[in-house]
DNA sequence: TGGGGTCCT
DNA sequence: AGGACCC
């Protein structure tokens, strides 16, 4: 399909349409010659969530960890020298006032991703209202991470001069603009072509955005604005929070989001390549013989800066979507690691906890978006092994019940208890995992340390979308018979509502789109030499018509903890605690030699991204 | 190295 | 079903 021509590596076929719609409509529009794309970055996500749960926390070092590994922490606890993904036990050695909040259960995460998204969303509708535009694309990419597409923004703006000097002229809203134009020997990396000032309009929205998602939640992000998504990643990674950069001709390949371990290790192993530049040396034929077309034409791309990858709209507000304000997932999973489970017992223990969340999960996926899953995967590990293997299947046909409600129980009474009818479905869900499980690994013994459950494929729910289903989660209706006794999986059989919803007619799925064999393009033309950036100083919204002066200055920068060079060493006593291993360099450093050298890394760090970016002159 | 996700082969 | 990538 056409569709995917322009579109690179990871770009999935399933928003195919997505992606023309976004396409099409940025041509029939004839907006802006370029595109202005904007990221944003929840601050340290799962910490903050945190803090932002227990006030008392902020300003201590706090970390979050699943089983043993801390796999984030705030800033205050960075400066103390704790690391990200560190061994908890390690962490508390260097930092013994470390607060560690247990981060297994991703439920407040996910709600408080879904806050900052309809803030956005709202932010973002609002600018576009008053500017007269139609909605802003915005694309979740995790939980803290979104992209927006401000073309239209900054070109409503632009026509709208007064308004947009205005914005500009008055001021301190962003930071300086950080841009590396073409060099003189004419490798140009980023094609941030002509004016600056429509850059500086994008990053003044941003920072109106950042500061209306911190007044509704409380929450601090970072931000980039680029010419693509690329781009806008790369830069909100790179000067934290909200200023602009672009990528650099040295940055190292890896720092490329899409080149992961594999991909690195096979340049450097076979083409000596270590960054952009050196990767630029080779053509996309040449490529193709170590990475398949289709990765190596993105390579090629990417090393010139090209990257066409739309900001698909996902994050809804009413509208499109359904749902407040979260974007459509394509699965949902739920997975649980441990040290050890040989027995059948356990298995379905286990899995009987990780199908409670599930099914919860399905059951409000299932009111928000009005679709159900056709399938579940059921995956595990095998101890000594770091792979997982999964096997798949048709959900249990006495799921089709869980779309409708009532559900009976054996004596043909309905479940009207949420919690029950929950159970249900999860021994349902559990019950068919073992067996999946079982076929997989036969009868021998078996020693796991990881099960997972996915479910996928969703088709819509389209006969009588249920008010029933709305009254599914709600609590037993006064008039309602009593409570049904608790469930046991023994009593799942569902007898004739299994049938209530009759199985998917069709494929779950529209078959994949095929990429068009696409020619590799011409490397851009190098971008005129950039002139000075302006400084912008106050906020957005104060500029716009007929915004009721809100408290939106931007928010203040996340709280940097003290240089951590200038701390005093750890307490003598820490001589006596064994070494430990730093997850960046791997050697063995003493504890109380771990603040520094943590900030060794970072001075590091800083030095080589500031080689890679060009400050503002 | 967790507990999630996406897409490609 | 597995592998790559992302956070």
Known sequence: MAASLGSQGRKRPAVAEAVVAARAGKRARGLGRRRLVAHLDVDCFYAQSEEIADPALVGKPVGVKQKYLLVTCNYVARSMGVAKMSKVADALRICPTLHVVNGEDLTRYREASAAICAALRTALDSVAARLGLARVPVEKLVLDELYMDLSSVVA?????????????AAG????????????????????????????????AVLAMARADIKAATGFTTSGGVGSSKLAAKLASQAHKPAQLSAMGDAALVHSVTGIGYATRKMLRSELSVETVAELRKFDAAFLARFFGEAKARWLYQVARGVDNDPVVDTVAGDGGGGGNGVPRPKSMSVEDSFRGCSDWANVSTRLHLLAGDLAARMVAD???????ACKMRVSFRSAGTRRSASKTSALPTELGAMYTFPVRDDNGSPLTGASSALEVYAAVIARHGVKLV?????????????????????????????????????????SAEPPAPSVRAKAVHFKGQARLLPPPAAPCSPPRAKAGAAAVPKPLAHSPPLRSRPRLLTSFAAHLPSRPAPELALAPAPALASDPATKSSADPRDRSIGPIRCPDCKRAVAVADVAAHAAMHERKAKATLDGFFCKPT
Do not use: N
Request: charged share 15%; net charge neutral.
């Open 156 to 168: 409503g703006l632009e026509a709208a001069p007064q308004v947009a000097t205005s914005v500009l």
């Open 172 to 203: 301190a809203a962003v930071e300086a603009v950080h841009v590396l134009g073409p060099g003189p020997g004419g490798c140009g990396w980023v094609a941030l072509e002509s004016c600056d000032r429509s850059l500086a309009l994008a990053a």
């Open 366 to 372: 299932a009111a928000a978006f009005s679709r159900r």
């Open 438 to 478: 079982k076929r997989a690994i036969g009868s021998g013994s078996f020693a796991l340390t990881l099960l997972g459950l996915t479910v996928l494929d969703f088709e819509p729910l389209s006969a009588t979308p249920s008010r029933a289903l709305t009254s599914f989660l709600a609590p037993p209706m006064p």
